[in-house]
Structure formats: structure tokens, C-alpha cells
């Protein structure tokens, strides 16, 4: 008997350190993103402009986001039609899509795909995210930019602290690029990302 009261005392104790560890690692997620959009909106940020390729940048986020999407059974289908070289600042531009292509994975029900295809238009890049999910709603959708928005929907889906796509304007903006989301509920959500080739500091 005090050997079973032993073991569900270990027990007892691993579930509750394993949930500390899960709340402090929200916390440092939370912080990393109020610092990065306090810098972000400080206008104190200095972009490390630099010739990069996009297309291989993109490859470099689904690799890194691929083991949450085969958890789901989700696939990524890409379309690349050729090189796509920008200037920018890559880290900021990897963090942009990062959060983009993670919420596709996200929101995506399982056993779909999410379409990512890039292209240059007018010395113009355009990528675009299309998920086949749950959706946004209308009344939703005008405040998905505003900073610590979450649905109500949404909330019992995924975990996450409304930041995400705050930062993602703010650094297209930066770059003056911009996005765009189109979505209809339970159909999924199409993301458009437009950015110049060339980026203007001046």
C-alpha cells in the first residue's frame, strides 16, 4: 500500500511539474513576443537588409514547421515557378512566414493540405497560404491584426496569445510590404503576403 501511495505520489508531482513547465514556457513565449513588438513599433529596429532568396527562406519554415503538420496528417503543396531573390532582412522575413505558414498548421483540419505558392509580379513578390480549416468569421476577421486578439472560436482550438499576426504586419511594414486574408468559416483562411524586391529605407 505505501509503495502505491509512493508511486501515485510521483506521479502526482511529474503531472504537476510537467504543467508549471508548460506555463512557464506560454510566459517566455509571451514576453519574447511583447519584446519583439515593443522593438518592432519603437522604431528603434534596424533591419539587416541584405540579397536573399525568398523561395529558399519559405523552404526553410515548412522544414522546421513539417513535424506539427504530419501530426495532423497535413500536407504542404508548393509552387514555385522560379528563383525569387529580394532584399530584406531574412531573420524578420523567416519570423513574418513563420507565423503565417504555423497558424495554416494550425487552424488546417487534419487530413487536408495547406497550398503555399510564391511568384513575382512587377518587381513585386506575392506569396500566398491557402488552408483548408476552420475559418474566420466576418465579425472576427476585421480585428485578427489587433494585438492579444483571440475568437472565442478559436480559443478551445489552438493555444496561442493573439501576437502573432501583430508582428507579422508590423514587419511587412517594415519592409513596406502588406497582407492580406481572405476567409470563410469552416471552409478555411487564404493569406496574401505582398512585398517589394527591393526595399526603400531611405
Known sequence: ??????????????DEVGQLLSEVEKLNSLTLSLLKL????????ELNINKFRLDETLLDVIRLIRKEAEKKNTVFRLSVNEPVTMEGDENQIKCALMNIIDNAVKYSLP?????????????????????????????????????????????????????????????????????????????GTKVIITLPISVNLT
Open 111 to 187: 487530413k487536408t493540405s495547406i497550398d503555399i505558392d510564391i511568384s513575382v509580379v512587377n518587381d513585386t513578390c506575392i506569396i500566398t497560404v491557402e488552408d483548408r480549416g476552420h475559418g474566420i468569421s466576418s465579425k472576427d476577421i476585421k480585428n485578427i491584426f489587433n494585438r492579444f486578439f483571440r475568437s472565442n472560436e478559436t480559443k478551445s482550438i489552438v493555444q496561442g496569445n493573439g501576437l502573432g499576426l501583430a508582428i507579422t504586419k508590423d514587419i511587412l511594414r517594415l519592409h513596406q510590404g502588406n497582407i492580406n486574408i481572405e476567409s470563410k468559416e469552416g471552409l
Open 1 to 14: 500500500m505505501e509503495i502505491l501511495k509512493d508511486k501515485l505520489s510521483d506521479d502526482s508531482l511529474k
Open 38 to 45: 515593443a522593438n518592432l513599433n519603437s522604431g528603434k529596429t
